[in-house]
């Protein structure tokens, strides 16, 4: 099969197409036959060496895709060969085919093709275990979103939409602050002529936000902080800004705040099927009548995996980027 090989780390030309072996799925695993994978942030951090695969991970990028399953292994009841899934990978997406994690599969949702399923797993897994299982958000709460053009922020600001929060997000110009209220955003702020912190201040009356859902942690930290109402709650699920951080501890005691973060990929199958049965269950329906959607912004064939990196890189989309097979 087809496969994307890291060469070094370094930048994306380093990124090349060889042939490898068709992987074998172990008794509990599914393969799948890729038509579309989805590219993320942490792609990017694992080419440059510093996100290397759980013990046992396929060493190829990709974190999510969507095809037909192949082959199942021995354990596996709940699919059958011929089968369209979408699915969340420890890695391995970069291909042309992929073992997967049976709990980690879910079927395509009624409507949506096999590109669009290939946009879901990565950022719905990942927004629902934090905003709803770390966050707690809950009907009637405000909640602030970094990074809304993103493939975490289109998510996230559909999801809080639709369990009933009102959101506000963070962009880095006027055009991406448009496409976030488009999408559903209640306020958007252009973080590079607006300090975010005053701007929350206006909007919430001087309380603050209730979730946070931050993946730029640094000085954003503190900042965030000061956003954040009695009882608030921070989430940072990134480091783009940094890994370190100089703040004042005093707000966090007296306006009584969690602050919080999580990886996804290195969690147990037992951790993401429970994730993933929430998803079927909650998730899935308002995917099918059209109430949110996956937003996708180019697709590019595996082979411009170098030019998919690339634009990754410079900002400029809005949602998800994929590989086409």
Known sequence: MKAVNIKEFGP?????????????????????????AGINRPDIVQRNGFY?????AS????????????????????????DQVCALLSGGGYAEYAVANAGCCLPIPNGLTLEQAAALPETYFTV???????ANLSRGETILIHGGT?????????????????????????????QSKELGADHAINYKTQDFVDVVGEITDGKG?????????????????????????????????????????????????????????PRDNAFKTAIADNLKQ????????????????????????VAAHQ??????HFGKILLKN
């Open 52 to 56: 290397p695969p759980p013990k046992g």
């Open 12 to 36: 994306a030309d380093n990124l090349e197409i060889i042939d490898l072996e068709i992987p074998v799925p172990n008794s509990d695993e599914v393969l799948i036959k890729i038509d579309t």
């Open 282 to 305: 909650h998730v899935w329906p308002p995917l099918e009548k059209g109430e949110i959607k996956p937003i996708i912004d180019k697709i590019f064939p595996l082979e411009d995996v």
């Open 150 to 178: 993103s493939g975490i922020g289109t998510t996230a600001i559909q999801l809080a939409k639709a369990f009933g929060a009102t959101v506000i997000t963070t962009s880095g110009n006027d055009q991406k602050c448009e």
């Open 128 to 134: 629902w275990s934090n905003l709803f299982d770390r």
């Open 209 to 265: 936000v209730d979730v946070i859902l931050d993946m730029v942690a640094g000085d954003y930290v503190g900042r965030n902080v000061k956003s954040l109402a009695e009882d608030g709650r921070l989430v940072i699920i990134a480091v783009q800004g940094g890994v370190k951080v100089d703040f004042n501890i005093l707000p966090v005691m007296r306006k009584r705040l969690s602050i919080t973060g999580s990886t996804l990929r």
């Open 59 to 82: 060493p190829i990028m990709g974190l999510e895709c969507a095809g037909t399953v192949t082959t199942i292994g021995a354990n596996v009841t709940d699919w059958s060969v011929g």
């Open 311 to 316: 634009y990754l890189e410079s900002g400029d």
